[in-house]
T-cell receptor, first 117, second 110 residues
Framework: ETGVTQTPRHLVMGMTNKKSLKCEQH?????MYWYKQSAKKPLELMFV???????ENNSVPSRFSPECPNSSHLFLHLHTLQPEDSALYLC????????????????FGQGTRLTVV | SQKIEQNSEALNIQEGKTATLTCNYT??????LQWYRQDPGRGPVFLLL???NEKEKRKERLKVTFDTTLKQSLFHITASQPADSATYLC?????????WGLGTSLAVNP
């Protein structure tokens, strides 16, 4: 148990559906992240939030919409996804930004295995 | 382009032996390097962090080295056990960017 909880663990959705992924951390961390992990590819950073403010959006299509209502919760809203969006979506948190100078570590949730049909 | 390369092929070793995994980086100057373990269908779990001014770091049966001249980190698991079987990810970072490796799959056979 890393202290980062993601729900649901598995999700199957049609291309016209709207769904949301939820991430929760009670570690007192200031930074939260969404990553996408596909087979044969390294982790792809999607969004970064630091103190609830989005600091990074790595050219993610608008069909993915993040929301960070407070420093403990992070959502990823999904709509009109494509089959190629099927992947493991990982939420992570860290005390400070991973790209900062304090060399902090990331705590990952178990991930949501998303299948778009 | 900036990138990290890890052993692309799976590593199979016998229980009790030392596993050595490699992480090479190019066109990049990391301030630190981290190693994570990932089991199938789960998120990565942090193992060790080593800073650019450190040559070696140890934690129980784990040892990481960082050679900024060779632009390489080696990750060792001594006295390996079947429970060590997993994918090991290398990630480097500085104050501008974080780069993840693809990971190396390790299988420790009893």
């Amino acid at each position: 148990e890393t202290g980062v909880t993601q729900t649901p663990r598995h999700l199957v959705m049609g291309m016209t559906n709207k769904k949301s992924l939820k991430c929760e951390q009670h570690l007192g961390h200031n930074a939260m992240y969404w990553y996408k992990q596909s087979a044969k590819k390294p982790l792809e950073l999607m969004f970064v939030y630091n103190f609830k403010e989005q600091t990074e959006n790595n050219s993610v299509p608008s069909r993915f919409s993040p929301e960070c209502p407070n420093s403990s919760h992070l959502f990823l809203h999904l709509h009109t996804l494509q089959p190629e969006d099927s992947a493991l979506y990982l939420c992570a948190s860290s005390q400070d930004l991973l790209t900062g100078t304090l060399n902090t570590e990331a705590f990952f949730g178990q991930g949501t295995r998303l299948t778009v049909v | 382009s900036q990138k990290i390369e890890q052993n692309s092929e799976a590593l199979n070793i016998q229980e009790g032996k030392t596993a050595t995994l490699t992480c090479n980086y190019t066109n990049y100057s990391p301030a630190y390097l981290q190693w994570y373990r990932q089991d199938p269908g789960r998120g990565p779990v942090f193992l060790l962090l080593i800073r650019e001014n450190e040559k070696e770091k140890r934690k129980e049966r784990l040892k990481v080295t960082f050679d900024t001249t060779l632009k390489q980190s080696l990750f060792h698991i001594t006295a390996s056990q079947p429970a060590d079987s997993a994918t090991y990810l290398c990630v480097t970072g500085n104050n501008r960017k974080l780069i993840w490796g693809l990971g190396t799959s390790l299988a420790v056979n009893p």
